[in-house]
């Protein structure tokens, strides 16, 4: 008997959705002591798969078919209190989001506490017992019982959310991209922690993610979803090395290798930015407090060249965001050069600062939410060349040749953005960019929010648009894998300061650094070659 | 998508009704709301007495709310006092909107002004507002003018508040970084970009000003230090019926209802525009109702 048996699961979506099922008919079974990758793009339907287990599904979608089966026992047939008892006790989940996921005013210890209170009897002191010895299983010391979520780093908290699902040992594990929102050493931390917590209680767990180094890393069965469909199931070997639907070759295929691609080196290209002992402090003052100062980048001095692409990798709070800012001037540097075309942009006033913008232009991360909503995207095209006297007949034109050179219907320009899917937003965004010619192109981790297979076609338009227009790129991602396919040099950031620099195939080769060497360590899924099956 | 919302279709059908109401006032069985005569003084709802028109002719005219001491028509006044109610409703809270906007948007996104336009506004929003009220009122004269400005300047701060706090977060949006990156200038980021983003929330507290003034201005005539009391408001036909309210109620109780209502209405169309337009909400109530299900 399986321990999770799912069979013709269906899921309704209200009407006017993009399709009629959320889940249609989608058949799996988990074993005691497997663990099932979910694989999906975003809008697969994977989330409401691990939901509807769960019994967590909003109201608005309802089950429509199928069976759900834990141990055997039939769950959608449940009563709303069998299956509450049964959450918790025998499947529990870890969510993706470790902040929101706990509660902030309950401390650690508490909120393990809780579950074991409300399912069972034990007296308080074994409770207590139970607690710490949950904390010792996920890692931590026991005195963090006593302490608040805001008080733990990421991996801690997400530690927590795991002693919380193992508290009464439950049968199946569902994680819904537990790592996701992780950088990528504390990953590996937690995926290693997963490996080893199931190994040692015999559970089964359903891993829900969107990535497949992930995957590679801790399969031991992989189903692969498609708008709510099953595409494929079967052993990690098998579903990897042998696909056997197109779906899931296009898949695999789209995962950058982390092999760093063969590049010319153009040493003789003039420079375009060079920067000098850059530096960013932030000063926290407070009417009691004693001053504060953070160091968000220090001492970053660095070169890109026209037509080449540096990197800036590094994790979350390492400072490469504070850095591309100063770059484009967005936030003020504190010291140092920032020099574009011998102009040193750091030292200019605002006024004459407005005239050199146009050679720095940015491209962001979120798609979502760096088109304003209200202005159609022919309209935020054109803004730049406005801006800088360009006649509006001449923008317009500009536009449309920009929307086919991002490979978009020019005949959309008089729509607003929620009308386009997140790569679509960011390829006018680069559009945008672009409108107003600039040496530089400086993007903040434009790919982070896309879907793999569609991040593969925005990295290589970057790549074709570098290579056109011959731009210098700077390019900043906390992804290891795209950086090896679209750098040609290649920076780490740790702690605001770049601790390794050179070309990207020598980093990768042979790293200097301990940080980087922990990096490149880290990287899920580094032993299995992806863009080859 | 807006008109799927109950509270938005109630409260909108009963303000497009009191509107009407307001503009067709002459021709529903009124008469001139300062008219009145000595013989028809005191009369019940319903009742039938005598109106001494201008010319100084006398006719007969059924008073369907009753007269005052004077041998006023109530029913006539309370129509004509919805004109006075919407007009300085409508016009305090535009005004107020439209000043708030400006300093919320200055104060938000240009640094050295926020400290001092804020100590303005937290210097206003120290004293009650019925108090900034009475002050101006008394400062100037009595006049639709006056009473408009004088609820007008109290709700100036909670704007201002309101907008500077969307500016704040909507001014680190990276479509108003990428702006600045596209050398837009300054004016043109906080009228293009970021205003037409506090559309939403401001459409909602302007119905909330909108039903504060209408209360405002009631409580103004009625204290005595609001509109001349020639002038037939809901607030002065209810100071005037104040003194004999224990033997005729309906001098106090009509005008009561329809501000109860006017207000009501007001709210309620604010509080459904809010649960529409406002995205944070609906995804609250979303997982709320997840949690229903489960609790």
Not at chain 1, 215 to 243: F, T
Not at chain 1, 334 to 353: H, N, Y
Request: proline share 5%.
């Amino acid at each position: 008997m399986s321990t999770l048996e799912v069979a013709n699961l269906t899921v309704r979506l209200p009407p006017g959705g993009d399709r009629a099922q959320a889940v249609s008919g989608v058949s799996f079974g988990v074993e005691r002591g497997e663990l099932l990758c979910l694989v999906g793009e975003s809008g697969s339907g994977k989330t409401v798969i691990a939901h509807a287990i769960m019994g967590l599904l909003p109201k608005t979608l309802a089950l429509t078919a199928g069976s759900l089966r834990l141990e055997g026992e039939e769950l959608t047939q449940a009563s709303a209190a069998r299956r509450r008892r049964l959450r918790g006790s025998r499947m529990a989940m870890i969510f993706q989001e470790p902040m929101t996921a706990l509660n902030p005013v309950m401390s650690c210890g508490a909120q393990i506490d809780e579950v074991l209170r409300a399912h069972t009897r034990l007296p308080q002191a074994e409770r207590r017992a139970r607690t710490a010895a949950l904390l010792g299983e996920v890692a931590l010391a026991a005195e963090l019982a006593g302490a608040y979520p805001h008080q733990l780093s990421g991996g801690q908290r997400q530690r927590v959310g795991i002693a919380i699902a193992l508290a009464l040992e439950p049968a199946l594990l569902i994680a819904d991209e537990p790592t996701t929102a992780l950088d990528v050493t504390t990953q590996a931390q937690i995926l290693r922690l997963i490996v080893e917590l199931q190994r040692r209680h015999g559970m089964a767990v359903l891993f829900v993610t969107h990535d497949f180094g992930v995957v590679a890393e801790i399969a031991q069965r992989i189903a692969v979803l498609r708008d709510g469909r099953l595409v494929e199931v079967g052993a990690k070997r098998d579903v990897l090395e042998r696909p056997q639907h197109e779906y899931t070759r296009m898949l695999i295929r789209a995962v950058p290798t982390l092999k760093p691609r063969e590049r010319a080196a153009r040493a003789e290209a003039p420079v375009v930015l060079a920067t000098r002992a850059l530096s960013k402090t932030y000063v926290e003052r407070g009417w009691l407090r004693a001053r504060r100062e953070v160091q968000a980048a220090s001492d970053v001095t660095l070169e890109v060249r026209k037509g080449q692409t540096l990197g800036i990798v590094g994790e979350s709070g390492s400072g490469k965001t504070t850095l591309a800012r100063c770059i484009a001037r967005l936030i003020e540097p504190t010291r140092g050069e920032v020099r574009v075309g011998g102009v040193d942009l750091a030292r200019l006033k605002r006024r004459e600062l407005r005239a050199v913008r146009r050679r720095v232009q940015m491209v962001f991360q979120d798609p979502y939410r760096s088109l304003n909503p209200r202005r159609s995207v022919g309209e935020a095209i054109i803004e730049g060349p406005l801006n800088y006297g360009v006649p509006r007949s001449e923008a317009l034109s500009r536009a449309r040749r920009l929307m086919e050179l991002v490979r978009l219907d020019p005949a959309a320009l008089g729509r607003y953005p929620h009308q386009f899917s997140g790569g679509q937003r960011q390829r006018i965004c680069i559009a945008r960019a672009l409108a107003l010619e600039p040496e530089l192109l400086v993007a903040d981790e434009p790919v982070s929010a896309l879907d793999v297979s569609v991040q593969a076609q925005v990295l290589a338009l970057l790549e074709e648009i570098r290579t056109r227009l011959d731009l210098a790129m700077l390019f900043i991602t906390h992804d290891l894998r795209v950086a090896a396919q679209v750098c040609d040099q290649l920076a780490v950031m740790q702690a605001g300061r770049i601790v390794e620099y050179g070309p990207t195939a020598r980093l990768f080769a042979e790293p200097q650094h301990p940080y980087t060497q922990a990096l490149l360590a880290a990287a899920p899924g580094r032993n299995f070659a992806f863009a080859t099956a | 998508m807006v008109w799927r919302n109950w509270s938005v279709r109630i409260g909108g059908a009963a303000l497009i009704a009191l509107v009407l109401l307001a503009i067709a006032a002459p021709w529903l069985g009124t008469v001139d709301p300062t008219l009145f005569d000595a013989a028809s003084r005191d009369l019940r709802p319903g009742e039938v007495g005598s109106v001494t028109m201008l010319d100084g002719e006398t006719v007969a005219h059924r008073f369907l709310m009753g007269s005052d001491s004077y041998g006023r028509d109530i029913y006539s006044r309370v129509l004509y006092g919805t004109r006075v109610s919407f007009a300085v409703g409508l016009v305090a809270a535009l005004a107020a909107l439209a000043l708030g906007i400006a300093a919320g948007l200055v104060a938000g996104y240009i640094r050295w002004a926020d400290g001092l336009l804020m100590r303005v506004m937290d210097g206003i929003m120290a004293i009650p507002a019925i108090l900034i009220a009475i002050a101006v009122v008394a400062l100037w004269r009595a006049s639709l003018a006056t009473v408009i400005v004088a609820i007008a300047i109290p709700e100036i701060p909670r704007v201002t508040r309101l907008v500077r706090a969307l500016v704040l977060t909507i001014r680190e949006e990276p479509y108003v970084e990428a702006a600045v990156s596209l050398g837009t200038p300054t004016m043109k980021i906080m009228l293009g970009h970021i205003l037409p983003n506090t559309v939403a929330p401001l459409l909602v507290q302007g119905t909330y000003i909108c039903a504060f003034a209408i209360l405002l201005e009631a409580i103004l005539s009625f204290l005595g230090v609001g509109l001349p009391p020639d002038i037939p408001t809901w607030g002065n036909i209810m100071a005037e019926g104040r003194v004999q309210f224990v033997a005729y109620p309906h001098n106090v109780f009509f005008p009561g209802l329809f501000l109860a209502v006017t207000v009501l209405a007001v709210n309620m169309l604010g509080d459904g525009l809010r649960d529409t337009l406002d995205p944070k909400l609906a995804e609250a109530r979303a997982s709320a109702q997840v949690l229903d299900e489960h609790a």
